[in-house]
């Protein structure tokens, strides 16, 4: 059973005057069949935490640790984490024009699957994943991301979830930009990757709506590169009606002005 333990994390990111601390101390663990949800205003480090774990090099590991069913994250590269276990869903999913859909989605999948998944039930695969997603089976055939809206963007995030069936899942501010019907559906998409019950959700969010639909097991609260408080899902509803001022001392609107 997967488990993601993260301990006293410390962060920094190369500013133009010098390195700047992003994260200060964040410790958190995600075990098989949790689903953690953080949450917190802009600029507190939600999104360091994802890029940091999956190995972004803008970002320095200053001290503490990042290990997976005990091996150390920290030295290994990028596509050797995705081969352990980890992936994350991009709060802003690149573009890679020339590389179509089907083609990335194989690589993948061979990569971490160690073989090449059989053509005929590969294709078979993709065809029910993309029908579960309500996704234009002619996507297949486009570069990577080039051309999609956001909210498709977000649905072809989620199929890579479901194709490579990761150990543990970060989810990136996968809401954000999703009217409601799509919504439903990637939350519906999550869902099926969690059923199994062996698998980690860490999912980063500001708003509480897509918790209707993925029920949370913990709440942390993200303030200041850290953890400030942690709860069950009556800490959402917290949030959601009194906002992140308590923790900040300042409301959100303030901060972003």
């Given at each position: 059973?997967?488990?993601l333990?993260?301990?006293?994390?410390?962060?920094s990111?190369?500013?133009e005057?010098?390195?700047?601390?992003?994260?200060?101390?964040?410790?958190?663990?995600?075990?098989?069949?949790?689903?953690?949800?953080i949450?917190?205003?802009?600029?507190?480090?939600?999104?360091?935490?994802?890029y940091?774990?999956?190995g972004?090099?803008?970002?320095t590991?200053t001290?503490?640790?990042?290990?997976l069913?005990?091996?150390?994250?920290?030295?290994?590269?990028?596509?050797?984490?995705?081969?352990?276990?980890?992936?994350l869903?991009?709060?802003?999913?690149?573009?890679?024009?020339?590389?179509?859909?089907?083609?990335?989605?194989?690589t993948?999948?061979?990569?971490?699957?160690?073989?090449?998944?059989?053509?005929?039930?590969?294709v078979?695969?993709?065809?029910g994943?993309?029908?579960?997603?309500?996704i234009d089976?002619a996507?297949?055939?486009?570069s990577?991301?080039?051309g999609?809206?956001?909210?498709?963007?977000?649905?072809?995030?989620?199929?890579?979830?479901?194709?490579?069936?990761?150990?543990?899942?970060?989810?990136d501010?996968?809401?954000?930009?999703?009217?409601?019907?799509?919504?439903?559906?990637?939350?519906e998409?999550?869902?099926?990757?969690?059923?199994?019950?062996?698998?980690?959700?860490?999912?980063?969010t500001?708003?509480t709506?897509?918790?209707?639909?993925?029920e949370?097991?913990?709440v942390?609260?993200?303030a200041?590169?850290?953890?400030?408080?942690?709860?069950?899902?009556?800490?959402?509803d917290?949030?959601?009606?009194?906002?992140?001022v308590?923790y900040?001392?300042?409301?959100?609107?303030?901060?972003?002005?």
């Amino acid at each position: 059973m997967a488990t993601l333990e993260i301990k006293d994390l410390h962060v920094s990111v190369v500013s133009e005057d010098a390195p700047k601390e992003i994260l200060k101390g964040v410790d958190l663990t995600i075990k098989a069949g949790e689903t953690h949800a953080i949450m917190g205003p802009n600029g507190s480090g939600k999104s360091t935490l994802s890029y940091a774990i999956a190995g972004h090099p803008k970002y320095t590991i200053t001290s503490g640790t990042v290990t997976l069913d005990g091996e150390d994250v920290l030295e290994m590269s990028v596509d050797e984490r995705a081969r352990a276990g980890l992936f994350l869903a991009m709060q802003y999913p690149v573009e890679v024009p020339g590389v179509s859909m089907s083609n990335f989605l194989r690589t993948a999948a061979t990569a971490v699957r160690g073989e090449a998944p059989n053509l005929r039930h590969w294709v078979k695969e993709v065809k029910g994943a993309m029908a579960d997603l309500d996704i234009d089976p002619a996507f297949a055939e486009r570069s990577v991301n080039e051309g999609f809206s956001g909210g498709e963007k977000k649905r072809h995030e989620i199929l890579q979830l479901g194709l490579l069936q990761p150990k543990v899942a970060i989810l990136d501010e996968t809401d954000s930009g999703l009217d409601v019907d799509a919504l439903r559906v990637v939350s519906e998409g999550v869902n099926r990757y969690k059923a199994s019950g062996e698998v980690g959700v860490m999912l980063i969010t500001h708003y509480t709506r897509i918790l209707k639909y993925i029920e949370p097991d913990f709440v942390h609260v993200f303030a200041n590169g850290r953890i400030v408080e942690s709860g069950g899902r009556e800490l959402a509803d917290q949030l959601e009606s009194e906002g992140y001022v308590k923790y900040t001392g300042k409301s959100e609107a303030a901060a972003i002005s």
